[in-house]
């Protein structure tokens, strides 16, 4: 299933957030992408009507299971493309940016090809 981009990113932060605290509000996402409060809630409150998150009575934000797959496979896109780009050259800033944004677009055949390139030099090393 095709998301929108910020689903994507939002999803990746949340995931981000609870493997780093292991809770996640809303004002969390709030303080680690600098958007404002009312953008946060509507983006949370489309992430749960469609069924990538759930909120308990305390506000705390947890993936369902659908949320984690998407997560899980950004963020692994995001650390590969990121890493490889600093290792050519790429300063670190730019990298990180390069890689949120290619992250998104890249197509899984693309991106399996590259992690197999990636594996077989990081097995020559």
Same mark, same amino acid.
């Given at each position: 299933?095709?998301?929108?981009?910020?689903?994507?990113?939002?999803?990746?932060?949340?995931?981000?957030?609870?493997?780093?605290?292991?809770?996640?509000?809303?004002?969390?996402?709030?303080?680690?992408?600098?958007?404002?409060?009312?953008?946060?809630?509507?983006?949370?409150?489309?992430?749960?009507?469609?069924?990538?998150?759930?909120?308990?009575?305390?506000?705390?934000?947890?993936?369902?299971?659908?949320?984690?797959?998407?997560?899980?496979? %950004?963020?692994?896109?995001?650390?590969?493309? $990121?890493?490889?780009?600093? /290792?050519?050259? +790429? !300063?670190?800033?730019? @990298?990180? &940016?390069?890689?949120?944004? %290619?992250?998104?677009?890249?197509?899984?055949? $693309?991106?399996?090809?590259? /992690?197999?390139? +990636? !594996?077989?030099?990081? @097995?020559? &090393?």
């Amino acid at each position: 299933m095709k998301i929108m981009e910020s689903a994507e990113n939002y999803l990746e932060t949340i995931l981000m957030l609870l493997n780093d605290t292991g809770n996640v509000r809303s004002i969390d996402i709030v303080a680690e992408t600098g958007y404002t409060k009312p953008s946060i809630s509507r983006a949370m409150k489309q992430l749960r009507e469609n069924g990538y998150i759930t909120v308990g009575e305390h506000g705390y934000i947890d993936l369902t299971e659908s949320g984690r797959q998407i997560a899980e496979k %950004i963020y692994e896109r995001h650390r590969l493309l $990121s890493k490889y780009l600093i /290792k050519i050259g +790429v !300063s670190e800033e730019t @990298a990180i &940016e390069d890689a949120c944004r %290619i992250e998104h677009v890249i197509s899984e055949e $693309s991106f399996s090809k590259l /992690k197999e390139f +990636v !594996s077989s030099l990081e @097995a020559n &090393e």
